[in-house]
């Protein structure tokens, strides 16, 4: 009798929780995290080596604690290690934003990326000169890899230019633009910056997470104030950002990627440089949900786009972890290894 009246109180204190482990004074929040997890599990449900239905669902999916079964991430781990195994441990010969990305994936579900069948997929991140080759993407998601937990950088031997965090720092802050922003290209190749490059939003935020970390460095926290000032006066009156320079058509993921900057740099999303309107970041992310759980990429159209349900899921499950007091999206010391 004992027995029965405990587990009906358990099930009175547990009814009125979500799926989701942890929940914020934001009820829209937690449901669109929700919703847009669930739409990932049916869309991705075997995940694999792969920019777009591969590693982003994985980390948006671990990172947000939602009710994720563990054979979704063992099957992730089987097709990674079938693919090292067939390609003799190379993702790819030249980007190495590659290999970050798995590293990323795989310390969200706590497996050890130095040792993957056999091969260190940290590695190629000690070689700085084709880490940086491919562009300002290689250095800031070197750092936010290795940074997730702390990883040394291993010595690569075959490296023209053995890598160190220092470097990859000044890389990044060699390539700002003098609107403080970033793009793609300024600087690319160790070409001098023009005066007339412009800051583009995602880039930015981008380059803001890896360097959230450095904010003792004065040189960093000059730059992060530089950007900062960017990003606000680049902010449209939904709240959100274009794909491009100021005044370009909003899309959500310009938006995550500044919501992920400030999280990670432990700014508010209520921080009133950047409300417009009465609108903050996560009013402007909600606004591409479909009723079906996934995002749009623009306003322009309705249609479920899974590059933009990845995005759309990390960047709200940063809010989130924010709004409860967890680790941020990418301090990742906190999942449990394997």
Known sequence: MKKIFLLVITLLLTAGFSQTAFATADPRLDTAVSNAASYLLRTVPNPQVAA????????????????????FYERYHRALTQYLRENNGVLDTRRHT?????????????????DVAGFNLLLPLGDFEQTIWQGINGPIFA?????????????????????????????ILRRQTSDGGWNMTAGLGGASISRNERGQADITGMALQALAPYQNNPAVRNATRRALIFLSRSQDPGGGFGSGSAGNSGTVESAVQVLVALNELDISVNDTRFVKNGNNLIDNILSFQNSDGSFSHSRDSTESDLMSTEQALYGLVSAQRALAGRNSLYSMNDRRAR
């Open 52 to 71: 777009v239905g591969g590693e982003w669902s994985v980390i948006a999916l671990a990172r947000s604690e939602h009710n994720v079964a563990n054979a």
């Open 98 to 114: 590659e290999y970050s990305r798995v590293i990323l994936a795989l310390t969200a579900v706590g497996y050890d990326p130095s």
């Open 143 to 171: 750092l936010i890899a290795l940074d997730s937990l702390t990883y040394e950088i291993p010595i690569n031997s075959t490296a023209a230019t053995k890598a160190t965090r220092e470097m990859y720092i000044a890389e």
